[in-house]
Every structure is written in structure tokens, then in C-alpha cells.
T-cell receptor, first 115, second 108 residues
Framework: DSGVTQTPKHLITATGQRVTLRCSPR?????VYWYQQSLDQGLQFLIQ???????AKGNILERFSAQQFPDLHSELNLSSLELGDSALYFC??????????????FGPGTRLTVL | LAKTTQPISMDSYEGQEVNITCSHN???????ITWYQQFPSQGPRFIIQ???TKVTNEVASLFIPADRKSSTLSLPRVSLSDTAVYYC?????????FGAGTRLFVKA
């Protein structure tokens, strides 16, 4: 158990809908990262927040948005869902801002299925 | 575009030592080399990290030559439960880039 929690574990929804994925980092961690993992794309970095501020952006679509709240939990919002958005979504957290030795601890993931 | 290159897959037998080598293209001076392990439908798990020479912990060793253009993850005496995907990364930049990883399959 990494100490990172993600809810829900599974989510099934329809195309065009909007969903929210939630992540609680390890106690004391200030950074939260979001990743998408699909069979054909591998593990793709989406976005990082550090202490409530956006720190780095990866291959995140405009239909997706995220935020980190004052209690440091984070939410990833996915809207206008398409079949291709079906994937495992992982959240990770780290103590620092994301430096070279800042180890990321991953949560168990949310499996999103878009029908 | 992944900054690292590693074999797509490897097979081994229980009890053998496994060495997975990674090429670190264009590694930056301040980057560290970090390895993660991922089991199916689980999040990646940190294994080991280093900058130069050799690092050892309770699960693996990491060898990094002086030019830091490559690294080798060594898993001693693997078991069936070591079957997983192993990723090598250059860590230090703004974005964390995972490559395709090496799929290790340990046979009985």
C-alpha cells in the first residue's frame, strides 16, 4: 500500500458524459501527478500540481482539467468523453516539487470504461 | 518521445539473476536514473535510483557507468512474482516520461 488513495476504483459511463476522479496523496506529500495508461499508449503523464499550483503539463487534452485543493487532494475532470478515453488513470504523489530524487508513489488507479 | 530505450521483453527462470539494460539518450547533468516496477492493473512502484556508479537496496542493484549513457538494473534470484514491466527513467525534468518498459516474464 503506497498511501495514495484513488476513488472510484471503477467507473463505467457513456460517450459525451463527464466524470470526476479523485486522489488523496500520502500524508505530507505536496505534489500530485496524474497519468493515463491505455493499451496502445502506455503510461502518459498528464499534469502535476504542487501545493495547489499547476507545476507541469503533459499530454492532457483540453477536455480534461484538474485541480489541487487546499487540503492537497486532487481531482481530474474528464468531459465530453470518447471511447478512446477508456483507460486506467493513476494518481501519484511526492514530497517535493518534482526534483531529480523526488520519488513518486502511485495509487491503485481508476479504471474508466466509456461505452 | 521517451528519453530512454530498453528491450521490449525478456524471459528468465526462477532463481536466475536478471539484468535489464537501459540507454539514457540525452540525459541531463542534473538528472537521476530511476527504475519503477509495474504489475498488471497496478500503479508503478519505485525500485531504485542512482546518479553514478553502483547503488544497492534490498530488492535490486543499479549499475551506472561513468558516462551515464546507460544503466543496468540487476534483480538477483528472481521469482515468479517478479514478472512485471520495468521502466527506466531520467528523472529531473518538469515532465515525467515513461517509455514502453521491459516486460519481464519469469518461468518456473
Amino acid at each position: 500500500d503506497s498511501g495514495v488513495t484513488q476513488t472510484p476504483k471503477h467507473l463505467i459511463t457513456a460517450t459525451g458524459q463527464r466524470v470526476t476522479l479523485r486522489c488523496s496523496p500520502r500524508s505530507g506529500d505536496l505534489s500530485v501527478y496524474w497519468y493515463q495508461q491505455s493499451l496502445d499508449q502506455g503510461l502518459q503523464f498528464l499534469i502535476q500540481y504542487y501545493n495547489g499550483e499547476e507545476r507541469a503539463k503533459g499530454n492532457i487534452l483540453e477536455r480534461f482539467s484538474a485541480q489541487q485543493f487546499p487540503d492537497l487532494h486532487s481531482e481530474l475532470n474528464l468531459s465530453s468523453l470518447e471511447l478512446g478515453d477508456s483507460a486506467l488513470y493513476f494518481c501519484a504523489s511526492s514530497v517535493g516539487i518534482g526534483g531529480p530524487t523526488d520519488t513518486q508513489y502511485f495509487g491503485p488507479g481508476t479504471r474508466l470504461t466509456v461505452l | 518521445l521517451a528519453k530512454t530505450t530498453q528491450p521490449i521483453s525478456m524471459d528468465s527462470y526462477e532463481g536466475q539473476e536478471v539484468n535489464i539494460t537501459c540507454s539514457h539518450n540525452n540525459i541531463a547533468t542534473n538528472d537521476y536514473i530511476t527504475w519503477y516496477q509495474q504489475f498488471p492493473s497496478q500503479g508503478p512502484r519505485f525500485i531504485i535510483q542512482g546518479y553514478k556508479t553502483k547503488v544497492t537496496n534490498e530488492v535490486a542493484s543499479l549499475f551506472i557507468p561513468a558516462d551515464r549513457k546507460s544503466s543496468t538494473l540487476s534483480l538477483p534470484r528472481v521469482s515468479l512474482s517478479d514478472t512485471a514491466v520495468y521502466y527506466c527513467l531520467n528523472t529531473g525534468g518538469f515532465k515525467t516520461i515513461f517509455g514502453a518498459g521491459t516486460r519481464l516474464f519469469v518461468k518456473a
